[in-house]
């Protein structure tokens, strides 16, 4: 099983930066893809990010070019490096966890931690 505490959110001004990790617990932490969703108020959690054990990344359309994930497994951290930010980007960024591949669908991962908070400011 995996346990996952995100951190890092805060309050930027558009066109600012802001990096959020995602620490992990647990075992084979290698051995899982890794995903950042996100939820805005009123509206259907998307997902943002996502790179698998081989670190191989995924991106959805709104974010690609401008926000980057990475992973240390040395540390059992994943980061979601975020750019260019816009008003649009302001949202509880969340990490989950399955085993192997990216799932592009909140439904297909197992872990999920508890949400940090990122608002962009215009």
């Known amino acids: 099983q995996v346990q996952l505490v995100e951190s890092g959110g805060g309050l930027v001004q558009a066109g600012g930066s802001l990096r959020v990790s995602c620490a992990a617990s647990?075992?084979?932490?290698?051995?899982?893809?890794m995903a950042w969703f996100r939820q805005a108020p009123g509206k259907e959690r998307e997902f943002v990010a996502g790179?698998?054990?081989?670190?191989?990344?995924s991106y959805s359309d709104s974010v690609k070019g401008r926000f980057t994930i990475s992973r240390d497994n040395a540390k059992n951290t994943v980061y979601l490096q975020m750019n260019s930010l816009k008003p649009g980007d302001t949202a509880v960024y969340s990490c989950?966890?399955?085993?192997?591949?990216?799932?592009?669908?909140?439904?297909?991962?197992?872990?999920w931690g508890q949400g940090t908070q990122v608002t962009v400011s215009s």
């Open positions: 989950a966890a399955r085993l192997f591949g990216v799932d592009l669908t909140a439904t297909g991962y197992d872990y």
């Open positions: 647990g075992r084979t932490f290698s051995r899982y893809a």
């Open positions: 790179i698998n054990w081989s670190s191989v990344t």
